[in-house]
């Protein structure tokens, strides 16, 4: 099984360290995993022009490519973002916006895969709940199957105080914990469903 993982930070930081911790994790138990990480990639925003829906592709032609071919082979999503202004970054709501782009092509792709949300703040209160209600009704939208930590500690999906330091990060280990309960739910949901 393939589990696709898309990091929305600008930066190579706390964000893409995270994930790359949840997909060396899923990868140490025998998924085939995939990073795109937002570090450098143009993504341009959707114009919503109706191009395609009557030509079954974007008319955008940048690193979007990549995104969508993952998107396609994955049976598992993992959506990890920073808190920006209360809520997801922009990079990643370009790439959500997107997608519209995919499914005029097939309009079921997405749909009975796997998803999963990592949100990393510079403060513990600071909208990681806005971030993980973006990710999870991005994953209802388009029929991904949306899958938490459960009740106790990890509601919403896998959250982080960074405080905005890579050293910060390291060192939160109810972030982790909250990390471990979604990827040990996440991985029953993909055995099972998939």
């Not at 393939?2 to 964000?15: D, E, L, Q, Y």
């Not at 999503?77 to 990079?91: D, E, F, K, R």
Request: net charge negative; with cysteine; glycine share 10%.
């Amino acid at each position: 099984m393939k589990v696709f993982g898309i990091c929305g930070s600008p930066r190579a930081n706390t964000t893409e360290y995270v994930i790359k911790n949840a997909l060396y994790k899923l990868e140490e138990n025998g998924f085939d995993i995939e990073l795109f990480s937002c570090v450098g990639k143009m993504i341009k925003p959707c114009m919503h022009c109706d191009y395609c829906l009557k030509n079954q592709k974007c008319i955008i032609d940048d690193d979007m490519a990549d995104v969508y071919k993952n998107l396609q082979e994955a049976d598992g999503i993992i959506l990890a973002t920073p808190v920006q202004s209360g809520g997801i970054s922009s990079n990643l709501a370009a790439i959500m916006d997107r997608t519209r782009a995919l499914e005029a092509v097939d309009y079921n792709l997405l749909r009975g895969k796997i998803g999963m949300s990592i949100a990393v703040g510079g403060d513990r209160t600071g909208g990681a709940d806005f971030a993980h209600l973006k990710n999870i009704t991005y994953f209802m939208i388009h029929g991904i199957i949306p899958v938490s930590g459960g009740p106790f500690g990890s509601n919403l999906g896998a959250s982080f105080w960074s405080k905005d330091s890579l050293e910060d990060i390291k060192n939160d280990d109810y972030g982790m914990e909250s990390l471990n309960r979604t990827l040990f739910e996440f991985e029953n949901f993909l055995k099972k469903y998939i």
